[in-house]
């Protein structure tokens, strides 16, 4: 992509597609809780065998040996992902089966767990405001040359990459296409600033 100096449109399409992107990342980051149960199949029942966040298991008294029964309303032997890899990923809802036969319906908030809601949520989200109005900043006090067009564009594709990766982590597939192909366009941009530089 040629960025001449003279054309806006350029930027006005970045911030765009920025924003739109960016946003629609950190939706999915929120709206999906990470759990990384680890399950296994026995006597053709799905049982937790380790809880990846011990802390809020133990807070909602689930414990190694549970079955689980439903993940958002789905019964677990309908989940793909457990054929390539015992691990219920993400979950808002679990319908779990205790050994004295009670059966408790949990729903899994974001909130519940501060460590993701932190680093996954707020810290990419601020940084994502950060980079935008580093990017306004250097758009209309800067020299607009091509040196510092090809840095916006730096900056902004570093900060996708950063906020894609909640998204990518819960194997969201525009999360994952953004995070891989920001993190190959960024290296591509560097070497182009540097090669005008």
């Known amino acids: 992509m040629v960025l001449n100096s003279n054309n806006k449109q350029w930027f006005w399409l970045a911030i765009s597609l920025y924003l739109v992107l960016g946003i629609y990342l950190l939706n999915v980051t929120y709206s999906e809780p990470v759990l990384s ?12 065998t380790e809880p990846y ?6 807070k909602h008294h689930i ?5 689980i029964l439903e993940v958002n309303g789905v019964k677990v032997d309908y989940i793909d992902d457990l054929k390539y890899e015992p691990v219920i990923r993400t979950a808002r809802e679990l319908a779990i089966k205790k050994p004295d036969g009670d059966i408790i319906t949990l729903k899994v908030s974001l909130f519940d ?3 993701q809601f932190y680093y996954v949520l707020v810290v990419p989200f601020c940084y994502f405001l950060l980079t935008l109005s580093i ?7 800067q020299k607009n040359t091509i040196l ?3 840095l ?16 990518a982590s819960r194997l969201n597939v525009v999360g994952i296409i953004i995070n891989r192909s920001s993190m190959l ?6 070497i182009h600033f540097l090669k005008i530089y």
């Open 53 to 58: 966040y011990k802390g809020w298991a133990e």
């Open 37 to 48: 149960m680890k399950v296994q199949k026995k006597d053709g029942q799905w049982i937790l």
């Open 135 to 141: 990017t306004l900043y250097l758009y209309y006090k």
């Open 152 to 167: 916006i564009l730096f900056i902004l594709t570093i900060s996708l990459a950063y906020v894609s990766s909640g998204a």
């Open 148 to 150: 510092i067009n090809l």
């Open 113 to 115: 767990i501060p460590q």
């Open 63 to 67: 414990k190694t040996g549970d079955i």
């Open 185 to 190: 366009l960024c290296l591509a941009i560097l």
